[in-house]
């Protein structure tokens, strides 16, 4: 069974540019999210979607935004791209969605603005 | 709001002896659920092991057994016999066990474990 699958695996981008990233869970899997990881922050949230409807969402600006497809399939937009959004961004998928589920992720997309 | 803390930014421990991994958490939810990660140099998350607040007994999965003290509001990974491939990054975090399966996962900041042969 194919493990959660993320692409492109590195991105380089500059200031001001927009970036699309893409996810695809599981096979069965239904439920997606994207967290961000840097060294200064660490892992944080930054939204959840299930049978296409976003029901969660972190503390992030306006210029991150996601969506998902009628396959479970997810992408990630981040507009206007600044210095700070330099990071990994990993995408977990799990079957129903209950919270005692384990998530499983993806390798990441590595991210870099310049 | 929930919080995760990991002490340990970095341990070495010889191979085949037994490593604890310290995490403590904060919350103010009577539901919810620990997890535990590791994260090698390839960047992907695994699961090792969960541990639900309500559970009476200690999560065990292969080597890695989770020391669950809820009055002390800790959750230590316990890695038998250590191995090489063990090195990685070692994540805690924590969800609340609500009625929908939308919450997020808090992570802590991480441990950094080395396995010296």
């Known amino acids: 069974k194919a493990g959660v699958t993320q692409t492109p695996r590195y991105l380089i981008k500059t200031r001001g540019q927009q970036v699309t990233l893409s996810c695809s869970p599981i096979?069965?899997?239904?439920?997606v999210s994207w967290y961000q990881q840097t060294p200064g922050q660490g892992l944080q949230f930054l939204f959840e979607y299930f049978s296409e409807t976003q029901r969660n969402k972190g503390n992030f600006p306006g210029r991150f935004s996601g969506r998902q497809f009628s396959n479970s399939r997810s992408e990630m937009n981040v507009s206007t791209l600044e210095l700070g959004d330099s990071a990994l961004y990993l995408c977990?998928?799990?079957?129903?969605?209950?919270?005692?589920?384990?998530?499983?992720f993806g390798s990441g997309t590595q991210l870099s603005v310049l | 709001a929930q919080k995760i803390t990991q002490t340990q930014p970095g341990m070495f421990v010889q191979e085949k002896e037994a490593v604890t991994l310290d995490c403590t958490y904060d919350t103010s939810d009577q539901s919810y659920g620990l997890f535990w990660y590791k994260q090698p140099s390839s960047g992907e998350m695994i699961f090792l092991i969960y541990?639900?607040?309500?559970?009476?007994q200690n999560a065990t999965e292969g080597r890695y057994s989770l020391n669950f003290q809820k009055a002390r509001k800790s959750a230590n990974l316990v890695i038998s016999a250590s191995q090489l491939g063990d090195s990685a990054m070692y994540f805690c975090?924590?969800?609340?066990?609500?009625?929908?399966?939308?919450?997020?996962?808090?992570f802590g900041t991480g441990t950094r474990l080395t396995i010296i042969p």
């Open positions: 541990q639900g607040s309500y559970d009476e």
């Open positions: 977990a998928s799990s079957l129903e969605a209950a919270n005692n589920e384990k998530l499983f």
């Open positions: 096979s069965g899997h239904r439920s």
């Open positions: 975090a924590m969800r609340a066990l609500r009625d929908f399966g939308n919450e997020k996962l808090t």
